[in-house]
């Protein structure tokens, strides 16, 4: 249990910082999915949020647990970092057992289905919840799953496979070499290409050098307007 004092801390900071972002105590609750009631009572200094709750109002504000522990030293925001692409099977998620929800987020697995190859639209319905290792995403805050097509083509082939599901940092667009993309097309379509940017043309690169570059001509548009987001994680199920 920790002392009142520290209490009193960590409830500074989340107003803190809550209020630095401009979101009011019942936006607040809704994005870390805790009641209203308890984050005015961890606020206050009255109650200890548990682990998962905390790292959950820490994702929401986009802030670190040692910030919000007011530990010395400790950086108010992680830079977000690239992280690579593993296509396997998530550690514990299959497995036996309970998950601790300090261990794991569930990022939104959306209906529809993403190509890699001839581009295909992503419905925004949430369909139900992967659950995804914390170290894996690191502080990445608008995080969205998806399936990869079945008949997604050859063009990712063998990073990304067909079936596999990715999850797509929607705030990150920076185009570097080693990253992978959502891309939409002309007709709202949506594909997994590595880019790379020459105005006025974004140039859509397939893992697999067997299959052809393809390129979208954006005079006029910024080629972040175009970009889903970047792939942070894969998994490739068995079934």
């Given at each position: 249990m920790a002392k009142p004092s520290d209490l009193k801390e960590v409830g500074k900071r989340i107003a803190q910082a809550r209020k630095k972002r401009g979101l009011n105590p019942n936006q607040l609750a809704?994005?870390?999915?805790?009641?209203?009631?308890?984050?005015i009572r961890y606020e206050e200094g009255k109650n200890e949020p548990g682990a998962g709750k905390l790292l959950r109002i820490a994702d929401a504000l986009g802030v670190t647990v040692d910030w919000l522990l007011g530990r010395?030293?400790?950086?108010?925001?992680?830079?977000?970092?690239?992280?690579?692409?593993?296509v396997r099977v998530a550690d514990g998620v299959q497995g036996p057992g309970r998950l601790r929800d300090v261990d794991f987020r569930a990022v939104p697995l959306v209906s529809g289905s993403i190509a890699a190859g001839k581009s295909r639209i992503v419905e925004e319905a949430?369909?139900?919840?992967?659950l995804i290792h914390v170290s894996q995403l690191g502080r990445r805050g608008?995080?969205?799953?998806?399936?990869?097509?079945?008949?997604?083509?050859?063009?990712?082939?063998?990073?990304?496979?067909?079936?596999?599901?990715?999850?797509?940092?929607?705030?990150?667009?920076?185009?570097?070499?080693e990253g992978i993309y959502a891309v939409r097309d002309e007709a709202g379509g949506?594909?997994?290409?590595?880019?790379?940017?020459?105005?006025?043309?974004?140039?859509?690169?397939?893992?697999n050098r067997d299959e052809p570059?393809?390129?979208l001509d954006l005079p006029d548009e910024d080629p972040g307007a175009r970009i889903v987001g970047r792939v942070v994680w894969a998994y490739q199920p068995f079934v």
């Open positions: 809704r994005k870390a999915d805790i009641s209203w009631a308890n984050l010395d030293g400790a950086a108010e925001q992680e830079e977000a970092r690239p992280l690579d692409v593993a949430i369909e139900e919840y992967a608008d995080v969205v799953a998806v399936r990869v097509s079945r008949e997604m083509g050859r063009s990712m082939l063998p990073l990304i496979q067909p079936g596999a599901v990715v999850a797509i940092d929607r705030r990150d667009k920076v185009i570097t070499p949506c594909t997994l290409k590595r880019l790379q940017w020459t105005p006025p043309r974004l140039w859509l690169i397939p893992e570059v393809s390129h």
